[in-house]
């Protein structure tokens, strides 16, 4: 835009001083004619000679007359350029002659020029004969100057103007290039193929990148200390349920009973809320992420081993979805789905995953019974066991939503289409890549 707003400030000021210059000229050659008229018995008499070759070329655009502009005068005199042509003259009640007895004003001339015209009238002797002289020059051609001169300015104004930007453009990007690398290096630590920024950059950046790596360190001993001390306290909870398990066996009987699946149900509380804080501290973490399609493959492949007379399939329709979280986290939850279908299926658990708009979506169906609609909520309460004849706390399918909830996705549980039982569909957002 500046280039433009000087370009356009260079041609207007030129075209200003060109046309100028051109009037004076006008006026010069007007008091030259003028200089060389007189009178001669009545008649006008003289060789003017404005000392411009172009009013001695026929129909050149540059022209001067005398012509008488009283009774008591007689005869004209023309340049050889116009000949015995005439140029009209408007009236002096459209253009009036100014203070300095001038009058100017445009005309088509006869090549059809645009001339300008240059008017006075001057008293010739003392017997008041009057005579009107007129300088006529080519518009036209100043115009055209005008115009070429213009267009030339705009040409290398362009040029220099694109050649400004190429050549900012290229020191922007190379200057911005450290930058670049810090960029994808942030990437790559949020792909988890590496752990830290290169501090290999120039002293501006350089900076930058050991705060990082400051920042991501702490966030590492952050998390180290919280395992530590999540570790420390189910170490210090598993000798007393422990106890209590034991004792429980020695009771015998429904109280023993009732004590050991209490208690079973603490422990599994217990590591359930450890999982708990532990996902809501690395949650947001740059530095944990898991690809998908190697943890399902390898579910699938450990439940077709569990179960070994039912068909576990895996369909995969992407094969670049990132976990935002710990591998083992994602593999919890999964599982306890996997296991939960072969449970319940007969013949077939079908694992999939699939690109959802929100991010992937990973589902898990079986050809089992599945769940009635008033079931769904009864299947997520922590506790809750539909079928008291399979084992278990009744607490999976509840851990394995407060997990998902923790990571910011959701469980669905709706009848499978395909199989028939149920289809249980985990929906996560993906890890930026």
Do not use: C
Request: hydrophobic residues 40%; charged residues 25%.
């Amino acid at each position: 835009m500046s280039f433009i707003a000087i370009a356009t400030i260079i041609s207007t000021l030129y075209g200003e001083a060109r046309l100028k210059s051109f009037q004076q000229l006008l006026s010069a050659h007007l008091f030259s004619v003028i200089a060389s008229v007189s009178v001669n018995d009545g008649t006008l008499a003289g060789r003017p000679d404005p000392g411009e070759v172009r009013y001695s070329s026929p129909l050149s655009g540059w022209y001067w007359s005398v012509e008488p502009a009283a009774d008591n005068l007689k005869g004209s005199l023309r340049s050889v350029s116009l000949g015995e042509r005439n140029i009209d003259s408007p009236s002096t009640l459209n253009v009036p002659f100014d203070t300095s007895f001038q009058r100017r004003y445009t005309e088509d001339g006869p090549n059809g020029q645009k001339l300008s015209v240059v008017e006075t009238e001057v008293v010739l002797d003392a017997e008041n004969r009057v005579a009107r002289f007129r300088v006529m020059g080519n518009l036209s051609e100043v115009e055209g100057e005008i115009a070429d001169f213009r267009y030339t300015l705009y040409f290398y104004l362009g040029i220099f103007g694109l050649g400004g930007t190429l050549i900012n453009a290229a020191v922007i990007l190379f200057g911005l290039r450290p930058l670049d690398r810090v960029r994808r290096s942030l990437g790559d630590i949020r792909e988890g193929k590496v752990t830290r920024l290169d501090e290999d950059l120039p002293n501006e950046i350089a900076p930058l990148a050991r705060e990082m790596n400051a920042l991501i360190d702490n966030n590492r001993r952050i998390m180290d200390r919280s395992r530590t001390q999540v570790g420390n306290l189910a170490h210090s909870l598993k000798t007393p349920l422990s106890v209590l398990v034991n004792e429980s066996r020695t009771i015998g009987g429904t109280e023993g009973r009732i004590i050991a699946e209490q208690s079973a149900a603490m422990q599994v509380q217990v590591q359930h809320y450890l999982q708990r804080a532990r996902v809501a501290a690395q949650r947001d973490s740059v530095v944990f992420r898991a690809p998908v399609t190697p943890i399902l493959e390898r579910l699938a492949r450990v439940t077709a081993k569990l179960n070994p007379g039912m068909d576990v399939q895996f369909n995969n329709y992407m094969d670049d979805a990132i976990f935002a979280g710990e591998q083992e986290d994602l593999e919890e939850v999964v599982g306890n789905l996997m296991e939960n279908a072969g449970k319940w299926g007969r013949n077939i658990i079908r694992l999939t995953l699939a690109r959802v708009d929100s991010g992937f979506e990973i589902s898990v169906e079986d050809d089992g019974p599945g769940l009635a609609p008033d079931q769904i909520q009864d299947a997520l309460a922590r506790g809750r066991r539909l079928d008291e004849t399979k084992p278990g706390t009744g607490l999976g399918l509840s851990i394995v939503n407060d997990t998902i909830r923790e990571y910011g996705g959701t469980l669905r549980l709706e009848r499978s289409s395909a199989l028939g039982g149920l289809n249980a569909r985990l929906i996560l957002p993906i890890a930026a890549s």
